[in-house]
């Protein structure tokens, strides 16, 4: 019996990973679901008992490795995330997969598979596997992701097409997304949450500076401190600010640091 647990704050991205878990020929039982970094550090504190965690990067309330940089997670984790760039970080975990939305049953099961391989070859000596990780390291080196130029708009009057270069910000707002252009121009997109989207865009172009927007490094005309913990960004006539959990990274970003 493989004990999971799943990390996961979205309902649809959760069901998806549970029937696919259904389809695996292993007995396998989903021990908990959690959907908060608050939940992940009180759970893994108890030091439970945990053969495999299925793990998405930004929660709820934050980013996942707030909870592996304070707890001692010792159980193996495969990261299921629409972010391609904490792949280092995942690998100085217990990362031992990586699987990019939206991925296929093949490739988590493939997953599953690559976890019974290092559990049925513990006896192994660890330089074999550390072999193994450093080869899938490698191959993500080697891979250019790539990244959509432009997004199809609906409109009244048919479909067009917003560059992506053109693209200054994007607002999430009760599950309606909107991305302004260079000419502070609204537009509606199809996509329904800013996760969505961020599938499809370079993040060393756009950064998530807080639960409902996205910002284009290209369009930042200037920042300053707003409070002691966030950062306003001018971006055209609007002023944006980021989020406290998410300042260091976007000063990161911003190469401040």
Same mark, same amino acid.
């Given at each position: ?15 998806? &990973? #549970? ?10 039982? *989903?021990?908990?679901? /959690?959907?908060? /970094?608050?939940?992940?550090? /009180?759970?893994?504190?108890?030091? =439970? ?17 707030? &909870? ?9 984790? *495969?990261?299921?995330?629409? $972010? ?46 550390? #072999?193994?990780?450093?080869?899938? $390291?490698?191959? #993500?080196?080697?891979?250019? =992701?790539?990244?959509?130029?432009? &997004?199809?708009? #609906? ?47 370079? =993040?060393? *172009?756009?950064?998530? /500076? ?9 369009? &930042?005309?200037?920042?300053?401190? $707003?409070?002691?913990?966030? *950062? ?15 300042? +260091?990274?976007?000063? +990161? ?5």
């Amino acid at each position: 019996m493989i004990k999971v647990v799943i990390l996961e704050d979205e309902v649809p991205a959760r069901k998806k &990973i #549970k029937n696919f878990l259904d389809k695996i020929e292993d007995p396998i039982v *989903i021990i908990k679901e /959690i959907e908060t /970094i608050s939940e992940g550090l /009180i759970f893994f504190q108890t030091m =439970p008992d945990v053969d495999l965690i299925l793990s998405d990067i930004e929660l709820r309330d934050g980013n996942v490795f707030e &909870i592996y940089n304070q707890v001692n997670v010792t159980a193996p984790i *495969i990261f299921i995330t629409a $972010y391609d760039h904490f792949w280092m970080n995942a690998f100085e975990t217990n990362g031992i997969e990586y699987l990019l939305k939206p991925y296929s049953f093949s490739r988590f099961e493939k997953s599953l598979q690559k976890f019974n391989s290092l559990k049925s070859n513990l006896a192994t000596t660890d330089n074999d596997i550390f #072999k193994k990780i450093d080869a899938y $390291y490698q191959s #993500k080196i080697d891979s250019q =992701p790539t990244y959509k130029e432009y &997004i199809p708009v #609906k409109s009244a009057n048919g479909i067009y097409f917003l560059k992506i270069i053109d693209i200054a910000f994007i607002q999430s707002d009760y599950g309606v997304v909107f991305a302004f252009d260079s000419n502070n121009k609204k537009h509606l997109l199809n996509q329904a949450s800013l996760k969505e989207i961020q599938e499809i865009l370079n =993040p060393d *172009i756009f950064f998530k /500076i807080n639960r409902s927007e996205l910002v284009s490094k290209n369009y &930042i005309e200037k920042i300053n401190r $707003y409070t002691k913990n966030t *950062i306003a960004i001018y971006i055209k006539t609007h002023i944006l600010k980021t989020s406290q959990n998410n300042t +260091a990274a976007f000063n +990161a970003w911003m190469g401040l640091k």
